[in-house]
């Protein structure tokens, strides 16, 4: 059984900075992608940041420059470090997991329950 738990959320003023930690438990067959959501109040869940098992990244427009995914292997943990941070970036971070957890042909997306991220003076 796959399980993705985030940390690292919190208060912080406007233009500081955070590092959110994903840490993936279980095991995968193979990983395609992992990737980071944000959700805020009464808006719809939106991609921020993705990284490719072949370490290519993709980056919302509102956040790229100032975040920055990656990923360290051996720790089965998953970063967005977050720089310049704006209240617009207040929401609920999820992060996500897509792969095949065996050999076969089908693969599942996996979601953590996702931590509070809140910019405010």
């Known amino acids: 059984q796959v399980q993705l738990v985030e940390s690292g959320g919190g208060l912080v003023q406007p233009g500081g900075s955070l590092r959110l930690s994903c840490t993936v438990s279980?095991?995968?067959?193979?990983?395609?992608?992992m990737s980071w959501y944000r959700q805020a109040p009464e808006k719809q869940r939106e991609l921020v940041a993705a990284?490719?098992?072949?370490?290519?990244?993709n980056y919302a427009d509102s956040v790229r420059g100032r975040f920055t995914i990656s990923r360290d292997n051996a720790l089965n943990t998953l970063y967005l470090q977050m720089n310049s941070l704006k209240p617009e970036d207040t929401a609920v971070y999820h992060c996500e997991l897509r792969g095949y957890p065996t050999d076969g042909p089908t693969w599942y997306d996996y979601w953590g329950p996702g931590t509070q991220v809140t910019v405010a003076s």
């Open positions: 990284v490719t098992s072949g370490g290519s990244t």
């Open positions: 279980g095991s995968m067959f193979s990983i395609n992608a």
